[in-house]
């Protein structure tokens, strides 16, 4: 009889998709996630190890910028599979030891997420076994206020984040879902957006001699909006 026990296949969340719910211990207490968060962004990430350096920079910049995504309605929630103890000595260490790119005297004050089972981990495809099978990659996914996945990024271990990047893309999604238009390659606050294609020949004739929009062509316009 073949005794094999096949490994478990678990699906990877994807973009359009409810958000996986669980329960877990962190440094700011026990959480529900995704519900305690509702009516909130939240970009909830992973980090491969504490007490590493890559993870340290991050952690520093994530905790410096932390108010400027409170003010864009958005939540930060971290996740290793360290243990609790562990995430609270290291951002002791932070906090009390390390200075990196102009930042000290760090206080890490979102909630960072122990989980030595790896079970979040894997629910959200945070493990990659070809990179490593007992660290996180760098996974980075965007929640929005329905608890819905609005955007996903992975990085590997040794490729630490552009926290710029991270900032805009939050602020590109809230813009698109604000004013139902679209942002190109490389657009940042300020920039001219994309507004959808015309539906029918009437509405891209209107929009092609309209004094709102600037049309390349009739499935090519942008228009702009204010910086705030």
Same mark, same amino acid.
């Given at each position: 009889?073949?005794?094999?026990?096949?490994?478990?296949?678990?699906?990877?969340?994807?973009? $359009?998709? /409810?958000?996986? @719910?669980? *329960?877990?211990?962190?440094?700011?207490?026990?959480?529900?996630?995704? &519900?305690?968060?509702? !009516?909130?962004?939240?970009?909830?990430?992973?980090?491969?190890?504490?007490?590493?350096?890559?993870?340290?920079?991050?952690?520093?910049?994530?905790?410096?910028?932390?108010?400027?995504?409170?003010?864009?309605?958005?939540?930060?929630?971290?996740?290793?599979?360290?243990?609790?103890?562990?995430?609270?000595?290291?951002?002791?260490?932070?906090?009390?030891?390390?200075?990196?790119? $102009?930042? /000290?005297?760090? @206080?890490? *004050?979102?909630?960072?997420?122990?989980?030595?089972?790896?079970?979040? &981990?894997?629910?959200? !495809?945070?493990?990659?076994?070809?990179?490593?099978?007992?660290?996180?990659?760098?996974?980075?996914?965007?929640?929005?206020?329905?608890?819905?996945?609005?955007?996903?990024?992975?990085?590997?271990?040794?490729?630490?984040?552009?926290?710029?990047?991270?900032?805009?893309?939050?602020?590109?999604?809230?813009?698109?879902?604000?004013?139902?238009?679209?942002?190109?390659?490389?657009?940042?606050?300020?920039?001219?957006?994309?507004?959808?294609?015309?539906?029918?020949?009437?509405?891209?004739?209107?929009?092609?001699?309209?004094?709102?929009?600037?049309?390349?062509?009739?499935?090519?316009?942008?228009?702009?909006?204010?910086?705030?």
């Amino acid at each position: 009889m073949d005794t094999t026990i096949e490994p478990q296949v678990v699906s990877m969340p994807r973009i $359009g998709d /409810k958000a996986p @719910e669980f *329960k877990a211990v962190t440094t700011q207490g026990e959480i529900n996630f995704p &519900s305690d968060f509702k !009516g909130k962004w939240v970009i909830f990430f992973s980090h491969p190890a504490d007490f590493t350096p890559v993870c340290t920079t991050e952690f520093m910049t994530f905790a410096n910028l932390e108010k400027d995504f409170e003010a864009l309605n958005c939540s930060l929630v971290g996740l290793s599979v360290d243990g609790l103890y562990s995430h609270i000595a290291w951002l002791r260490t932070i906090k009390e030891k390390i200075e990196f790119n $102009g930042m /000290k005297n760090i @206080e890490v *004050k979102f909630p960072l997420i122990e989980d030595i089972t790896m079970e979040v &981990s894997k629910k959200y !495809g945070m493990i990659q076994p070809g990179e490593s099978s007992t660290k996180a990659v760098r996974a980075v996914f965007f929640v929005d206020p329905k608890g819905v996945i609005r955007a996903i990024i992975y990085y590997p271990l040794s490729l630490g984040r552009n926290f710029d990047e991270l900032k805009r893309a939050l602020i590109a999604m809230q813009t698109a879902d604000a004013y139902a238009i679209a942002t190109p390659a490389d657009w940042k606050p300020g920039d001219d957006v994309i507004v959808p294609p015309a539906g029918s020949c009437g509405t891209a004739k209107d929009r092609m001699e309209s004094d709102e929009v600037q049309c390349k062509d009739w499935f090519f316009c942008t228009k702009s909006l204010p910086l705030n």
